[in-house]
Every structure is written in C-alpha cells, then in structure tokens.
C-alpha cells in the first residue's frame, strides 16, 4: 500500500466517523444556532467534526487540521486536513439528503486528497488528483460538449452578490439547462459524468479543498475564475468536465 493508498483510506475512516455522528440528527429535533456570517450550524455539524478530529489527532499527530466549527491546528503543518461536517447545513436542516461531508487533505498547500460523502443515500467519491472512484468504482466525467449541450449546476443564486450573479446569468442563459440546489453533491455528479459544470463563489477553503482532487481524478478541470488553480482562488469556483466547456464558461465570466 502507497501512503497515497493509506491517506485515502485514513479519510473514508475519517467520513465513516462523520456519518455515524450526523444520522442520529438527520430529521430528528436539534437546536440550530446562526453563526456571524449568517449560516446555521448545529450540533451535527460540531460532533461530525469532533469526531473526525480525534481520530486525525491519534493516527498523525504531526497533521494540521483546518475545520469550519472547531478552526485551525497547526495549519502550516506539510499536511493539513479540511474539514466541512455538513456542507449544506441548510438543506440538512430542511431534511434534504443533498448535504454531504467534506474531507480534503492538503500537502504542501495543493489538495491532495478529497472526499465527498453523502451520509443518507450513501453516494461516496473519493480522489487523488490522479483517479476517482464513485462507491468503490472508478468514474469518469462526462464526454467533452459545448456549453449550449451542457448541464450547469450551482446551489443557489443567492451565493452570489450581484456583480457575480449578473456574470454567471450569462453562463446560464447559454446553457443547455441549470439545476439549483445540491451544494457539494453537484461535484459528485460532475465527477460521475451526469452534470457537466458546477459554477460557485464565495466558497470557503472547507467548502472546496476535497472537491479539487475528485474533479481532477474523474478527468475534469476545476480553478478560480482568474484561471487560477483552487488552492489560490478567492472562492470563485468553475468545475467542468473538459478543458473546452471551462474556457467556454470562463469567456461568458469576463474571466478570459
């Protein structure tokens, strides 16, 4: 077994963890507080990410861990692990079974590894930047299409302000059709080739670090929408399936 192998295997333990502590909540009664940036978090959310950060703190002590409700440890370790127990909190809240877990693991600042792991229905990728597999098998992104043959995904127009908003409109009305909702699992099914594009912005480094190495495996692309690679992009996100429909999409963003 490489330590590639052994990482990506560590960080299925780690979404085991995380599954186990949130299913007890999933449409059951718990309190749900607003954060300073307006985002619910709730007690899923705390003990999904407790949970993974003890085992992380027991089998590499030497890791840094960035997590969205408990913060940084040693975040300029050579890895770091980043941590969203529930991206989606909304819809996990709303009893949605579209949230999902997101690990990703950081070496040397590039993702490296990422996990993206729906506790209810039970879809799972994993990723290395080299392969991705969907539920144990290998999966592909779709083949390469125009954008006017293409599905674009994003959460919610209310993510974007309204400079972005008013330059993703331009993707979407050239779009074959746009699908709202599904927050992280849209990248697993960009991955699995039934979506051909997620476009995002203000994501957060826990929002994006475990999608990179997914996309990448399946075949697919993901930067900013400067171009630049996701580990340096200012949460302005475009997954896609080709190297084409990307630059198509990031034309249509002013992003030439």
């Not at 059951?28 to 085992?55: C, H, N, Q």
Request: proline content about 5%; hydrophobic content about 45%; charged content about 25%.
């Amino acid at each position: 077994m490489t330590d590639t192998d052994r990482l990506v295997r560590f960080a299925e333990t780690l979404a085991d963890a995380a599954g186990a502590a949130i299913r007890p909540y999933f449409r059951a009664g718990f309190d749900i507080e607003v954060k300073s940036d307006a985002s619910p978090v709730t007690a899923a959310d705390r003990a999904a990410e407790a949970a993974m950060r003890r085992l992380i703190e027991a089998a590499f002590p030497d890791h840094g861990i960035v997590g969205e409700e408990y913060g940084d440890h040693r975040a300029d370790a050579e890895f770091v692990w980043v941590l969203d127990p529930i991206d989606g909190t909304r819809a996990f809240v709303a009893g949605r079974p579209l949230f999902g877990t997101l690990i990703g693991l950081l070496h040397e600042g590039r993702p490296a590894v990422g996990v993206i792991d729906q506790p209810i229905i039970g879809d799972r990728w994993v990723g290395d930047g080299r392969s991705a597999q969907f539920n144990g098998r290998a999966c592909r992104v779709a083949p390469s299409k125009p954008l006017a043959s293409a599905r674009v995904g994003t959460t919610s127009p209310q993510a974007f302000d309204p400079a972005n908003f008013a330059r993703f409109e331009r993707v979407r009305a050239a779009a074959l059709d746009t699908l709202y909702g599904g927050d992280c699992h849209n990248y697993g099914l960009v991955a699995s080739g039934h979506l051909d594009m997620v476009i995002e912005a203000g994501l957060k480094l826990h929002d994006w670090a475990a999608l990179v190495p997914v996309i990448e495996g399946a075949g697919g692309i993901a930067t900013g929408w400067d171009r630049t690679p996701g580990a340096d992009s200012e949460g302005r996100i475009v997954a896609a399936s080709c190297p084409a429909l990307h630059a198509e999409a990031l034309a249509l963003l002013g992003c030439v």
